[in-house]
């Protein structure tokens, strides 16, 4: 994995061609558009990078993790993998998934999830169990809480909210989304008025007692449309679970 040391603070990208983000490398390969190509005129053969102006993307997404023993590997790419939705830019330099299995997966090994957990809420944290993804490693499939609330809340369940970590406590439920170099910013990208009627009407209009706000202010004015899902399944879970919720 090439870390902040290794790469350029800025690189030049013409109309035609972009630079090597690797310090010292002078490899110019033609510019792509839109539509990000792992083609072998896009990558750089001496860092074996495929590169675009926004990003860079690993030909073997093993350099893009740092816990990759035959445990993890074997609990990423063949359990993880098996139920998580979109796996195809896990080997980006600006990938979000990479980030969360490499920040939180490290703090799951090494015994540090509750300390931070309870440092960041304030909240009595012990017993942790994480959920990366859908994926339930005592369940050994996609979290059956999670499974439940999609189908009542979600018109497509199997295409519905898929949080990037769980964290289930003796008491309490963190939903965390991660970020990188993007905001909170997001709409609906339907405007089928079913989709908004079943997050008002599931599970009891569930909705009235968790948001003040109309859904169209959150999530179409105010473009919180991710986190308004998050909170409402979530807080769900946790109400069911008789447990403190946490986003």
Known sequence: MYGIADLKDAIRVTQTTVECPVKGCTRLVPRQRKVFMSWDEFRCPQHNIFISPSTFEYKDRLDNILWKNQLDQSLLFNSIFSVKRETERFARDNSEDAVTWNVFRYLEKRNLLK??????????????????????????????????????????????????????????????????????????????????????????????????????????????????RLWLLGSKIADRLRASFFL
């Not at 369940?139 to 497509?156: A, K, M, P, Y």
């Not at 989709?195 to 999530?219: L, T």
């Open 115 to 228: 300390g931070f957990l309870s440092n960041l809420t304030g909240a009595l944290v012990d017993d942790c169990e994480v959920i990366y993804w859908l994926y339930c490693q005592s369940e050994g499939r996609c979290w059956s809480h999670l499974q439940q609330v999609r189908q009542e809340f979600e018109i497509n369940p199997d295409k519905g909210t898929e949080p990037d970590l769980i964290v289930k406590t003796n008491n309490a439920l963190f939903v965390i989304e991660a970020k990188l170099n993007a905001s909170n910013n997001t709409v609906p990208s339907s405007t089928n008025p079913a989709v908004r009627q079943k997050y008002e009407n599931g599970c009891q209009h569930w909705y009235n007692q968790v948001f003040r706000s109309d859904f169209n202010d959150i999530a179409v004015i105010n473009r919180k449309y991710e986190l308004l």
